[in-house]
């Protein structure tokens, strides 16, 4: 203990959202896993926290409710607290048994037997975005597939109305920005709520009406009309759906957008998988894995617990930053390479672990399979004409824009 003690670290603010937008914060979660690997901030723009920043350390917090926290009440799960008064609940800023009632109401439409449901629909979606790209010329990847791709999901999913779809990206946008960001979409935490309250009128009239009519296999009409979820007071209602509309597309559309990157970066592994077709489903996980779209979540101590040697006092904020467990060599060899063909791929962070595992991972997997399947099939060849601009963000890796040609 008093060899690691010396080798602590002083104290280091992996909040900065400039790491990530400059996709510089490798170096200091590779110190921090070998040196203090639960490092203790004293003082960042959010007050002092926790980082948890390897592997097991992060699961075994995922698993433990009884010591930490999701509730809104206690904070919530980013290390931003939320404004007070504008707090919007949902049931991941919830512990059991509370968030198991919501998650549960929610849960079939992207269980195994329902996808299969949406498989040849996602294929002829994902052929006509592919088909419509033009060739030796540059254009936006994250906004012609990724962005475009999962928009039309959420769409079906919600049973949205087709014309106005667009609105989902735009209040998920919202409700992930930085509203310190130079470019955010809104610049201020009250631009922000009035958006979010918007986003509440326009699904509460489709609510309305779903309520009032027999259930139907949708998201807006399972919550409608479910115990656990059809009396949603309204602060709690806007974070319900927003919480839907971000977990249904910052996931898949970022990772989109990561996965052509990384095989792009990498070609010897692009021709690997256009020659093993059967690696498909091991080159989205790993994907996910690499591109790591939820840097961090954040829990709320409950009691004073120790963890990998250190005191964690109650109330203290726990961040767990899935970025850097995805990245731990002790546990995932040649973390910091693009590896398809390595073994157990699906072993990663990406979409959290226990009861708060992202509800809707296998939906995802599915999406970003056909994407590459039917690239294939097409044997396109890409080239990044320049680099991306990605989101000002410590809370999703985002890309914004990826200007690439299609040269064959």
Known sequence: MA????????????????????????????????????????????????SVTRYDDIFAIELDHENFSSSSELGGIQVADQPKGQERTSFIRMDPPGHTAQRRTVAPIVAPSNLANFEALIRERTCDVLDALPRNETFDWAERVSTDLTNMMLATLFDFPWEDRM??????????????????????????????????????????????????????????????????????????????????????????????????????????????????????????????????????????????????????????????GNRDESKIDRADEFIIDRPKPRQHLAFGAGVHRCVGDRLAEQQIRILWEEVLNRDLRFEIVSPPQRLYSNFIRGIRTLPVRIVR
């Open 167 to 324: 609105k989902l990206s735009w209040w998920s946008d919202v409700a992930i920005a930085n509203v310190d960001s130079p470019d955010a979409v809104v610049r201020s935490e009250d631009e922000r709520y009035d958006e979010m309250l918007k986003m509440g009128e326009y699904f509460r009239k489709l609510w309305n009406v779903r309520a009032d009519a027999p259930p139907t296999f949708d998201l807006v009409s399972m919550l409608a009309h479910s115990p656990a979820t059809r009396d949603l007071q309204a602060r709690e209602f806007i974070g319900t759906i927003g919480l839907l509309i971000v977990g249904g597309n910052d996931t898949t559309r970022n990772s989109m957008s990561g996965g052509l990157m990384a095989l792009v970066e990498n070609p010897e592994q692009f021709e690997l998988v256009r020659a093993r077709r059967d690696l498909i489903p091991n080159l989205v996980s790993e994907t996910i894995r690499y591109q790591t779209p939820v840097l961090h979540m954040r829990r709320t101590a409950r009691n004073d617990v120790e963890l990998a040697g250190r005191r964690i006092a109650r109330g203290d904020k726990v961040v767990m930053w899935y970025i850097s």
């Open 3 to 50: 060899m690691a003690a010396q080798r602590r670290l002083t104290s280091i603010d992996v909040s900065d959202p400039h790491l990530y937008q400059d996709d510089t914060w490798r170096p200091l979660f590779e110190r921090l896993r070998r040196d203090d690997p639960v490092h203790y901030c004293e003082a960042s723009p959010f007050g002092p926290y926790w």
